[in-house]
């Protein structure tokens, strides 16, 4: 069996080790799925994230009991931690399907290693950001309503609110990516099938591979589905996110009603979505020892898209400075007031240092080949988009025209056990599809080996 050369032996921008053989990446990712014994470091992982996730259901249960009540909105902030999170988690779910879909028809070849957990990562996102407006809805027992069926009650959705434009849009990019994760497995689960020495392993995979027998048909198919919904994918990543900044823009709030939120919320989603994608890649591939398969380079290119994202993210908020002055509205002047010297201020100059100032260290070719460098930045970005939706939300809402609504908010405990609750559950879900499914596309990891032969050919010239 060949050797395969250690992470410091690669060359610059190559994308995957040479002296890898089809046997090779495939015991290697498959011994992953297929180990008798799971580690105790996925255990360590696993049970925080469950217990977190417990932590949620407790919430939801005394939210269902008591009511949004027990959550800190008010009179002046209506929204709080619910859209908050809700629009940080819709965010993180970009850079999946960006990966998966856009890089793909782009014919982006470094995708590959980091395509399948990334489009994990985009259902898990999804799925706890779907938790929010559902239970903010007060009656999430009566979710259908936002639905157009047929009713003797004649009761139909309210098109011109942009809620029910999320809802669609969220929904539909739920499916997609779903389908397009799904199809993306089926090859991977016939290999798992056919080298399962259990038979609840062979059964179980052989129901998800749904007959593959890797037939000249079934490729057809297969790359003719996974392209049509590669195209069905890739304007969701700029409907989706547009559609959630309409939840302000629409608006006549001050610091809402602009044209500039759309272009400027789609490059933040993708911004905090390749920053998780950082922040799981690099511990992960530690972990497993997939050094050969996720690359310095591919952290490099990821550093780059974070960067370029990053720039167009602090140029949105130049933009929001200078319009709010250009207008000479007395309203917009007042919001960017008391966002520099109001008593949020500091959320303010916090989320300026961790998504403007701290990436700028990107620039240097050193740190963005030094792992452990990007994995806290990529931390840092994460906080500081949170704090981006914070300060967008709350500083917007808690002093508005009237003087006398004014008011201060903050997060109550359960406020911050329903976002920790989803962190776990998120983090429940990864371990437990890290452990069952292949977290490397095991058959595109194949294609890439004639360009690892084409590298080592070079090397062994004189």
Not at 111 to 133: D, H, K, Q, W
Not at 218 to 226: N, S
């Amino acid at each position: 069996m060949a050797q395969a050369p250690s992470q410091s032996e690669l060359q610059e921008g190559q994308i995957i080790a040479p002296g890898h053989s089809f046997g090779t990446i495939t015991d290697k990712i498959g011994s992953i799925v297929q180990a008798r014994r799971t580690p105790k470091r996925w255990w360590t992982g696993f049970l925080i994230g469950f217990t977190l996730m417990m932590l949620l259901f407790l919430t939801i249960g005394n939210l269902l009991a008591r009511g949004i009540g027990i959550w800190g909105n008010n009179a002046p902030v209506g929204w709080g931690f619910d859209i908050v999170n809700f629009v940080w988690w819709i965010g993180i779910g970009h850079a999946g399907t960006l990966i998966s879909a856009i890089l793909l028809l782009l014919r982006q070849r470094w995708r590959t290693s980091i395509n399948r957990f990334a489009e994990a990562m985009t259902l898990f996102a999804v799925a706890c950001a779907g938790l929010y407006p559902l239970f903010h809805m007060g009656r999430p027992w009566f979710f259908y309503w936002l639905l157009p069926y047929p009713n003797t009650m004649e009761l139909w959705p309210q098109w011109r609110s942009p809620l029910i434009w999320d809802v669609f849009a969220v929904t539909t990019y739920a499916t997609v990516s779903l389908l397009f994760w799904f199809i993306g497995l089926i090859p991977d689960m016939a290999t798992l099938r056919d080298r399962s020495k259990w038979w609840i392993g062979r059964v179980f995979y052989g129901i998800l591979a749904m007959g593959w027998r890797g037939s000249a048909v079934h490729w057809h198919r297969y790359e003719t589905a996974y392209l049509l919904l590669a195209g069905l994918a890739t304007p969701l990543v700029v409907s989706v996110h547009t559609v959630v900044s309409f939840d302000f823009a629409v608006s006549i709030v001050p610091g809402w009603h602009v044209t500039i939120f759309p272009p400027y919320f789609v490059a933040g989603a993708i911004y905090s979505g390749f920053a998780m994608v950082l922040t799981l890649a690099i511990p992960l591939r530690k972990m497993y020892k997939l050094e050969d398969f996720i690359t310095d380079t591919h952290l490099d290119y990821m550093a780059r898209i974070m960067l370029t994202t990053g720039l167009m993210v602090a140029y949105g908020y130049g933009i929001e400075l200078f319009m709010a002055w250009y207008s000479g509205n007395v309203y917009e002047k007042g919001l960017i007031a008391n966002r520099l010297i109001g008593p949020y201020r500091w959320f303010f100059y916090a989320l300026i240092a961790c998504n403007v100032v701290a990436p700028q260290l990107l620039w240097f070719k050193k740190v963005r080949y030094s792992p452990w460098t990007l994995f806290v930045l990529s931390l840092i970005v994460n906080l500081g988009m949170w704090l981006e939706r914070y300060v967008i939300i709350v500083v917007s809402l808690h002093r508005d025209y009237l003087p006398s609504s004014w008011g201060m908010y903050s997060g109550t405990g359960w406020d911050w056990s329903m976002y920790l609750g989803t962190i776990g559950l998120f983090f429940a879900c990864l371990f437990l599809f890290i452990r069952f499914l292949p977290v490397i596309s095991i058959f595109e990891m194949r294609t890439l080996l004639p360009e690892a032969h084409v590298h080592t050919e070079k090397e062994a010239k004189p």
